[in-house]
């Protein structure tokens, strides 16, 4: 029998002589219940958010962008890219060219990143989900169309029930600039803004779609694209993403990189990344302020149980095992509280990520608010909140209890 650990256990559930010991053990505990099951529900709800943010960026960002390792455009011909096009796991292979212009619309000015694409990225984009006003149709006939974030719209005065066309103007590749005559030296094309998205403040506020003839009419190409952007079969797991992305290096070699979107929007993903990892620190240093009740109510137990330690040294017992049974005494408070807290945040984070009964304010992407539960989150959360409690209760434990000095 551990000795120590039934002794802890006993003075746990056993009455104190002074009840204001059973009030801060009983605080202690259900602090630590509150503090992780805070913990587990704060960073489900941050999963959610991150997932609806990436869910999101998905209809932009493709699964997979190749583009060249040196140099801004490529032509996308040969063996090599008809066998990636063909690969099990591909379901949508765009063509687009990407620049930063200058637009001018309406006596309005900015800059924006065009984006230009083919037919079939205009049958198939799930951007078109995000339409706010107008529709996503970058054809009428055989006029050229742009479809337009909402913040750059905002900005330019742009409107799909006007009539108006923006005239977005580049550097022409193919002539020197011209001081006598600036206009000579810039290439241009009009469009009229036939509908509006908004995916996020980023995006919305400097990307329009333009079709990819217009695109490479502006810029001066032929059949050059600056990428090629693929979406796989939907489902398609991180083991399939990540086989896809080995077989298409190994294909296209070391002339192009192959991007997943991680690598497509580094800063941003690392910065989710570091979010979260600040917002479970936060919660783990309250965690440890909470925690500093079991530091008042061990030192209390300890001077109420001076009789019973004397005993104990006289039946033999060694400095080190007093020191383990009431380490194990402060440290059983802080995992009750761990268990309790544990149940109530999975068992809140599960119906809400079930059944969204907390609903979002406002009109927002979602009527609820989004939660995803993660196993590792569950991990890093027991892990911490057991580490910290078992620190804070060797904390008086080493001061009040003297080391065997035989």
Known sequence: MNLPLFIARRYLFAKKSHNVINIISAISAI??????????????????????????LSNVEPDILIVPAKGKAFIPEGEAFQTVASLPAVKDFYHVIEENVFVDYDEHQGIAKAKGVGADYEDDSPLALHITSGEFSLHKGDLPQAVVGAGLAYKMGMNPAFLSSATIYFPARDRNFSLANPAASIESVRMRPAGIFTVNQQIDEELMIIPLEEMRQLLGYEKE??????????????????????????????DFKVLDRFRQNTSLYKMMRYEKAAIFLILIFIIIIIAFNIFGSLTMLIIEKEDDIETFRSLGATGKMLRKTFTLEGWLISLLGLAAGLVLGTAFALLQQKFGFIKMPGNFLVSAYPVILQWSDILFTVIGVALIGYLIARLPVRRNIARDER
């Open 31 to 56: 602090g630590m219940a509150i503090g992780t099951a805070a913990l587990i529900i704060i960073l489900s709800v941050y999963n959610g958010f991150d997932e609806l943010v990436k869910s999101t």
């Open 225 to 254: 694209v600056s990428g090629i952007e693929v979406r796989l079969t939907e489902g398609s797991s991180p083991k399939v993403l990540a086989k896809t992305i080995k077989e298409m290096k190994k294909i296209l070699g070391p």
